[in-house]
């Protein structure tokens, strides 16, 4: 995680063989509290990674980490709840919430799944205590592993933008769009002057249901789902305006750099 890492003046990785390495980091993502840092050595334990985007609630999960000092300890739990968003914690979020005790001292170990693969990174607890309450949040390996590529090669990270201010669709605003009350989509409320979207006929008022073939209904799924695309990939949009289904095709732009990154004061560090 990069709260672990951002203010360190020196980095040590220990194994559990007894081996000790200095660490450098290649790269760091406030936005997503993702880091890559570099060892370098021979013979180095590896663990193969899964698919988050294939987990389901209710299944059997592994934390490891550090919880207090105590090294490699591991944790069981259930997957209790993914997408969670609207946490404050990062920027970008599309949690895994596990019941697996996640303390202090696990952030940036790994949330297995019962193959022994990777599904998330552990990284924040809800407590009001400072220790585990069994809500504990991940970072989901699809969310990480195009941004660990980009970091690993030296890059910043670069996300899709759309130039667009969004929000839930009500029921009171389905009703005023003449739509049913149960339609679900995300609703444009204004777009930005010489934007990719204004580029592609995004108007205020549209209601966007489909991105390339999924369906929408979430913001922070879909503000995630752009920013994951990257910048020149084309979206295509489906929305309803006037009561129409139109298609429209956004070759996304480049989202500007943040100048405010939020503390991770709920961080297991």
């Known amino acids: 995680n990069n709260h672990v890492v951002e203010n360190a003046e020196n980095i040590s990785v220990r194994l559990t063989d007894g081996r000790r ?72 979020e599309d949690f895994i919430q596990t019941d697996a005790a996640i303390n202090p001292g696990n952030s940036g170990g ?35 592993r195009p941004i660990i590529g980009q970091l690993k090669g030296g890059e910043a990270v670069r996300r899709g933008f759309l130039g667009v201010v969004i929000q839930p669709l009500e029921p009171v605003f389905a009703e005023q769009f003449g739509l049913d009350p149960d339609t679900r989509g995300v609703l444009i409320g204004g777009v930005s002057r010489g934007s990719a979207a204004a580029d592609a006929g995004v108007e205020a008022g549209d209601v966007v249901v489909g991105l390339n073939g999924e369906k929408v209904s979430d913001v922070n799924r879909f503000r995630n789902r752009v920013a994951m695309l990257g910048p020149g990939k084309p979206a295509e949009l489906e929305v309803l305006r006037g009561g129409e289904r139109k298609r429209l095709t956004v070759t996304l732009g480049e989202r500007p750099e943040d100048p405010h990154v939020r503390g991770h004061r709920k961080g297991a560090k």
């Open 21 to 92: 390495f200095d660490a450098k980091v290649l790269g760091t993502d406030p936005q997503t509290d993702l880091a890559v840092i570099d060892i370098d050595g021979d013979d180095l334990p590896t663990v193969p990674m899964g698919q988050s985007g294939e987990l389901s609630v209710g299944e059997w999960v592994m934390a490891v980490g550090n919880p207090f000092g105590l090294s490699h300890s591991i944790t069981v739990g259930v997957v209790s709840a993914i997408g969670r968003a609207g946490m404050g914690i990062t920027d970008y």
């Open 110 to 144: 790994p949330l297995v799944n019962m193959d022994g693969q990777v599904v998330g990174i552990n990284t924040a607890i809800f407590s009001r205590s400072g220790g585990s309450m069994g809500i504990g949040f991940a970072i989901p390996v699809d969310m990480a």
